[in-house]
């Protein structure tokens, strides 16, 4: 089974930047398009960001231009660059594959971003 953990969340004032990283377990990473999620209290989780294991990435319209996901096989790890934060940025990241079925989920990482 292939483990997540997250990391990297905290609390930032709106209009700075958190680096959230993903670190998977298993090899197997390098072979899928991954993704992060998150989930503000009251609501369902939404697609934030995904890559391919070709480096192939697409983004949500709310984020596009102020997040940037990257990740690098060799660690197993995966990493979102968050810029420009607002305060509905405020949520648990998660991380998992983009298609389901999905990975065991991990705990996430809450970023609040406070005006």
């Known amino acids: 089974q292939v483990q997540l953990v997250e990391s990297g969340g905290g609390l930032v004032q709106a209009g700075g930047s958190l680096r959230l990283s993903c670190a998977a377990s298993?090899?197997?990473?390098?072979?899928?398009?991954m993704a992060w999620y998150r989930q503000a209290p009251g609501k369902q989780r939404e697609l934030v960001a995904s890559?391919?294991?070709?480096?192939?990435?697409n983004y949500a319209d709310s984020v596009r231009g102020r997040f940037t996901i990257s990740r690098d096989n060799a660690k197993n790890t995966m990493y979102l660059q968050m810029n420009s934060l607002q305060n509905e940025d405020t949520a648990v990241y998660l991380c998992?594959?983009?298609?389901?079925?999905?990975?065991?989920w991990g705990q996430g990482t809450q970023v609040t971003v406070s005006s």
């Open positions: 998992n594959l983009l298609y389901q079925p999905f990975w065991p």
């Open positions: 298993g090899s197997v990473f390098r072979i899928r398009a």
């Open positions: 890559i391919t294991s070709g480096g192939t990435t």
